[in-house]
């Protein structure tokens, strides 16, 4: 028998390959062709959505079908009608003096996650196609059947339209090694990346231009003028869509103290559970591995079968479960991000207190993506926004609906940036914007005037000289020129003692040695970043435990040692 990883990899060349002569037709189309495809697609997405969403569901156990529906209609409705009017073919802007046009990439590698499986390749389909790219997507091997019936929807349409086949491409032998080599494919000109951070580093270690997004993790904080049972809707709606898969979902709730009697009355009375310490302990076995990293079989599952497999009793209208996690770290295993309706609860005195405590629960696990706050006071806000190392912080609204554009103004989009802050190229929602470049023609604006006849000058005040272009300076001309210079300069002054001499160097007594380095315990992303800024390396053995994340990034930068 053929071997499956060999066959992943020639399918992947292929449909890449395929895709690039496609590209070479679709890139000549005009604006009004290009709309019309992106339409046919859009509104085949739309006709098949609920179908598309109850596949996703089948397939990969996660989330509910309704809200899985929601997320393809915001695909295929909302983000097509944002952009629907955008300009991606020809002259884009012009100012007068600069005139910006478009040009397409290429051929667009698209990962495909099994979280938000059929609303995230409708998306990356229309923002491909609509910026004149060719696509081939790549979906996560839990999430293959329905990716490939998204790609096959749209794609039937797109060609009725005047799109050649070979535009949209999926892998249906899906494998690591022929992802990696589609994403390292030399026709390959951009990858927008979605899915766990062993990929996302993959991605951006492929050589290759690439949008990633790296994990949310986002606090909730209740600041003390909130409407308190607004707020507690909003996190709950939240942390519960689609049963807490997209990444923008609340993971934790910090209220001001002041506050606290009031949210919890309103989180038991709109389905939130409160956890004793003992339930709270038996719920964190559960969702953490004994390798402290996030139990896989939880994610995307609602609040009461969660109960029921930590053996924990809870009333049947249960949405969400709430427990106090007493801090953030690798020893409170519920400080971690969830994907699912699990909310860390804790209590803060004031806004600058619970500024610090989100900006410690982003850097655990979730540094650049989102946070969210509740409050009645904009300068709160907006004090809370410039502290937050996340780039959206969305104000009285769900964070997974404020993040993604649902309910806010932000760009619509299924893929967020993270910026720096978690090691990403943008802190954008991505868009087709990010799909091309832009050629600018730059007119003058201010003439260069020649210089050539002018005369040698000398300035006594300043001592600048000027001397002529292409023309001969004889050495009397240059002595006459020197001679005035040293005239004009200031004679030193007598009084002036010598410069003392420079003291003699210290004796340098050597180092002594440097003790055996210890191995760590446990080691997270984010030791691993503050490694990297310090310049350190870390020191592991055989009984050191590592988070995948911090896997992929210590290795990718060559961060470890050993003890």
């Known amino acids: 028998m053929p071997d499956k990883d060999l066959q992943a990899i020639q399918t992947a060349r292929d449909l890449v390959a395929a895709a690039h002569h496609a590209q070479a037709t679709l890139a000549k189309f005009d604006q009004a062709k290009i709309d019309a495809i992106c339409e046919a697609m859009a509104v085949a997405a739309q006709r098949d959505s609920m179908r598309l969403a109850q596949l996703a569901h089948d397939e990969t156990g996660y989330g509910n079908p309704a809200d899985k529906n929601v997320k393809n209609l915001f695909s295929a409705v909302d983000i097509h009608n944002y952009f629907r009017n955008l300009r ?173 009697r009031e949210v919890r009355e309103q989180l038991k009375l709109q389905g939130g559970y409160f956890l004793n310490a003992a339930q709270a302990e038996q719920l964190a076995k559960l969702v953490v591995t004994p390798n402290r990293t996030l139990n896989p079989k939880i994610v995307g599952k609602p609040a009461t079968t969660l109960a029921e497999w930590a053996g924990i009793s809870v009333p049947p209208n249960t949405r969400c479960l709430v427990a106090e996690a007493g801090g953030v770290g690798r020893e409170f295993p519920l400080s971690i991000e969830k994907l699912s309706p699990i909310l860390a609860y804790y209590l803060v005195n004031g806004l600058e207190e619970g500024s610090r405590l989100c900006d410690e629960i982003l850097h655990f696990g979730g540094m650049g993506h989102t946070a969210s706050i509740h409050t009645r006071n904009r300068d709160a806000a907006l004090h809370y926004g410039t502290l937050m190392p996340a780039s959206r912080v969305v104000v009285n609204t769900p964070s997974t609906h404020g993040a993604i554009g649902f309910s806010t103004a932000l760009a619509p989009s299924m893929t967020l940036g993270c910026g720096s802050w978690g090691g990403n190229v943008t802190s954008d929602n991505i868009s087709p914007l990010h799909l091309m470049d832009i050629k600018r023609v730059a007119f003058e604006t201010r003439p260069v005037t020649a210089t050539t006849e002018q005369s040698p000058i000398v300035s006594a005040a300043s001592g600048n000289v000027s001397l002529p272009v292409n023309k001969l300076v004889d050495q009397a001309a240059i002595a006459t020129l020197v001679d005035r210079f040293l005239a004009a300069r200031p004679a030193p002054k007598a009084s002036e003692p010598p410069a003392p001499p420079p003291p003699l160097a210290p004796k340098v007594e050597p180092a002594p040695p440097k003790p055996k380095p210890q191995a760590a315990d446990f080691v997270c992303e984010d030791d691993v970043k503050r490694a990297l800024a310090k310049g350190e390396k870390i020191f592991v053995n055989a009984k050191t435990i590592i988070t995948p994340s911090a896997k992929d990034l210590g290795n990718a930068q060559d961060v470890f040692a050993k003890a």
């Open 88 to 260: 991606t073919v020809g002259v884009v802007r012009d100012t007068g003096s600069v005139v910006e046009i478009a040009a397409p990439r290429g051929v667009v590698a698209a990962i495909i996650p099994s979280t938000n499986p059929t609303s995230t390749a409708i998306f990356k389909i229309l923002i491909s196609i609509k910026s004149r790219n060719a696509v081939v997507l790549s979906p996560h091997p839990s999430a293959t059947r329905c990716v490939v019936e998204t790609a096959n929807v749209m794609r039937a349409a797109a060609v009725q339209a005047g799109l050649p086949a070979e535009a949209i491409g999926c892998v249906e032998l899906t494998s690591l090694e022929g992802t990696e080599a589609l994403m390292k494919h030399k026709l390959t000109s951009v990858i927008l990346a979605t899915g766990g951070m062993g990929l996302v580093r993959a991605a951006y270690s492929s050589g290759k231009p690439a949008f990633g997004v790296g994990p949310g993790n986002v606090p909730a904080f209740i600041e003390r003028t909130a409407d308190v049972a607004k707020a507690v809707r909003d996190i709950l709606a939240g942390t519960c869509f689609d049963f807490g898969t997209i990444c923008a979902s609340e993971q934790a709730l910090v209220a001001d103290a002041a506050l606290d």
